[in-house]
């Protein structure tokens, strides 16, 4: 059965920059896409970012585009998630989830079968 960890959450000043990670065992992640989702208090969870199972394609929301930046390295079963300037807003506990071979809308949580428990990212100064 496939299980995914996130690390890499901290607090951070704004402007800063962060490198969350989603690490999956049970299963070779080479069939899945994985893509990043965060909730911040009192709000829904949305979709950050999502990478199909080869590496060839990535989306974001537009909240993060240009400043977040989704990689995988599937000889190590892992997907990142590189969050360079890091606002206030960013604040949330981010999880990551599969879904066999490709993303889908990242507003369609259901979509996404096998979630990890988050990491807690915190930008404040």
């Known amino acids: 059965q496939l299980q995914l960890v996130e690390s890499g959450g901290g607090l951070v000043q704004p402007g800063g920059s962060l490198r969350l990670s989603c690490a999956a065992s049970g299963v070779t992640l080479d069939y899945y896409a994985i893509g990043w989702f965060r909730q911040a208090p009192g709000k829904e969870r949305e979709g950050v970012s999502c990478?199909?199972?080869?590496?060839?394609?990535?989306n974001y929301a537009d909240s993060v585009k240009g400043r977040f930046t989704i990689s995988r390295d599937n000889a190590k079963n892992t997907v990142y998630l590189q969050m360079n300037s890091l606002k206030p807003e960013d604040t949330a506990v981010y999880y990551c989830?599969?879904?066999?071979?490709?993303?889908?809308?990242?507003?369609?949580?259901?979509?996404?079968?096998?979630w990890g428990q988050g990491t807690q990212v915190t930008v404040s100064s």
């Open positions: 989830a599969a879904r066999r071979y490709f993303c889908s809308n990242l507003g369609d949580l259901p979509a996404y079968d096998d």
């Open positions: 990478i199909r199972f080869s590496g060839g394609s990535t």
